[in-house]
């Protein structure tokens, strides 16, 4: 362990010392020569959010954006015309130049339409693809229905099933896709689908950047376009979904239990375990327990969250086991912090106990060293002015890694890395920065863990709500530039048993896991609470 008290006194007293170069310009010189990417807009104006894409591409490293100007179809409908011009990110600029470009005997290593030509068009199409190496890119909705057209993604969103939009190579394979929360309100919730184009983006081109083959995550097949029928069938579905998620954070509470699995952590990966959890302690009328994390090398103590409904506050607790693994001490951890706390992630360094709690209202996220007689004595801070939630550490190939999820960017569908060669740092932020944009399996739930020399990630699947179900993630890239996961199975609570309505943290604990359990309930003192307060808690679960 590094800290400020055991630096090189060289270093403390200003006289320059031998430094690694940074990871991150140790990856970049994996880069080939410089890339060329073609960007294809409309050729009489574009739209905000095709330059903000432009913009975004021309500020990578290593990156040579070659605007080109097509014919596109009017794609105007009297239906979509309102909407559009309250939009910020469909406001329009004319172009420059109104002159129609061809490739030529030009060359790229990829083809970017942020305009919308038709693939079905003809030779438009064949000269582009046949100008790249690597094909033509589209951002496209599940029912292929392009960014730059009407009413993209609508089905998705006004079925309630959130946001989500693809990369699709030469309108065949799906190289990447962002999926986020939103809200079935359409016209409220549309605008952040074109923010996002980036984030879709920058991975794929990364890869290409440090010449990966770049990844196919599936074949392309788009959805059938819904008859009127089943279009206002599937808006009244979203709108009660909503409706029932408001109903459930006014009137009723979210009640968290800890538990405890007689097996290791990499069992999850493969055997349902949701009916071997054995609770511990009984549900409190005035707070509940989650987010446990086990002391290594200790079977019966653990810190967790305990949140109280009457102020609406999370704390860190210290609980002691007996042999039956029955509660027999629990009290407040000894930090004391005028704000709310939860996720206490533990982890052993240089043979003493570290903890990094959730300390999102403070926008700061802070390393504390736990002494054996159980004080919590600050270390350094990792990331100051990020809302950071359930910050969890791991190693991999010789550097440190926080993952996280920044309630800046949104309560549960990002994920967001930053990496140290230290432990007190310095830490800096991803390239990618958010390297994941999916409400189905970013936000982090737990202790990453080896397993058959493979990393695991385990993540919140919020996809019916906050805490519904956890996604074990298997890690194949993490570099400083690049990123990529894969989803190899989804936990969810055992409908059957005292609580079906959601798992949202599992811990390795030695030979056992941890995990925590979720039933709504009708709590009066949180109830009374919310009155008081003239206000309602948000169904989004941000800083739990």
Not at 118 to 127: E, H, K
Not at 144 to 160: E, K, T, V, Y
Not at 289 to 304: M, N, S, V
Not at 313 to 327: K, N, T, Y
Request: glycine letters at 8%; hydrophobic letters at 40%.
């Amino acid at each position: 362990m590094i800290d400020s008290e055991s630096r090189p006194a060289s270093e403390s007293a200003g006289r320059p010392v031998n430094r690694r170069p940074d990871p991150l310009e140790a990856d970049s010189a994996q880069a080939a020569a410089r890339l060329r990417i073609a960007v294809l807009l409309p050729a009489d104006r574009h739209r905000a959010w095709q330059k903000l894409a432009r913009a975004a591409l021309g500020s990578i490293p290593g990156v040579q954006v070659d605007v080109r100007r097509v014919r596109v179809a009017d794609c105007y409908r009297p239906d979509w015309s309102r909407l559009e011009r309250a939009t910020a990110m469909l406001a329009e600029t004319p172009a420059p130049s109104a002159d129609l470009q061809s490739p030529g005997d030009s060359c790229w290593d990829a083809v970017i339409d942020l305009a919308g030509i038709d693939s079905a068009a003809g030779d438009q199409w064949q000269a582009w693809r046949a100008a790249s190496r690597h094909g033509v890119w589209q951002p496209l909705d599940a029912q292929g229905i392009h960014l730059a057209a009407a009413w993209p993604c609508h089905a998705a969103i006004s079925a309630g099933l959130g946001g989500e939009l693809l990369l699709v190579r030469d309108g065949a394979s799906v190289l990447d896709a962002v999926r986020f929360f939103a809200d079935p309100d359409y016209p409220r919730s549309f605008e952040r689908i074109y923010g996002e184009v980036a984030t879709l983006l920058r991975g794929a081109v990364q890869e290409l950047i440090v010449g990966a083959a770049l990844p196919t995550t599936a074949a392309f097949a788009p959805q059938p376009a819904p008859t009127p029928l089943r279009r206002a069938v599937r808006g009244l579905r979203g709108r009660a979904l909503a409706w029932r998620r408001r109903l459930v954070a006014r009137w009723l509470s979210e009640s968290w239990m800890i538990g405890v699995i007689d097996a290791p952590i990499h069992e999850l990966i493969q055997t349902p375990l949701a009916s071997k959890i054995r609770w511990l302690g009984r549900r409190g009328s005035t707070h509940y327990r989650a987010d446990p994390f086990g002391i290594p090398g200790d079977r019966h103590r653990l810190y967790c969250e305990v949140y109280d409904y009457r102020d609406g506050l999370g704390r860190i607790e210290a609980i002691e086991l007996d042999r039956g693994d029955r509660i027999v001490r629990a009290g407040p951890a000894r930090l004391q912090l005028p704000m709310h706390l939860s996720y206490p992630y533990l982890f052993e360094h240089d043979g003493g106990l570290y903890a990094i709690p959730e300390t999102s209202a403070n926008r700061r996220c802070e390393l504390y060293r736990i002494e054996a007689d159980g004080e919590w004595r600050p270390v350094a801070v990792l990331l100051d002015g990020v809302a950071a939630a359930d910050a969890s550490l791991f190693r991999h190939e010789g550097l440190f890694w926080l993952a996280y999820t920044d309630l800046g960017l949104g309560a549960f569908d990002n994920l967001c890395l930053s990496y140290a060669e230290d432990l007190s740092g310095p830490w800096h932020p991803h390239a990618l920065h958010p390297v994941k944009l999916d409400h189905c399996s970013s936000r982090p739930a737990g202790t990453p863990f080896l397993h058959q020399g493979a990393l695991y990630r385990p993540a919140q699947d919020c996809s019916a709500g906050y805490g519904a179900a956890i996604a074990i993630n298997r890690i194949e890239v993490c570099t400083p530039r690049r990123y990529r996961e894969q989803v190899v199975r989804r936990c969810r609570p055992d409908p059957r048993g005292p609580n079906p309505h959601g798992l949202h943290t599992v811990s390795s604990w030695g030979e056992r896991t941890l995990v925590d359990g979720k039933r709504y309930v009708f709590n009066l003192h949180e109830l009374g609470r919310k009155l008081r307060c003239r206000g309602w808690r948000s169904p989004d679960g941000a800083g739990e």
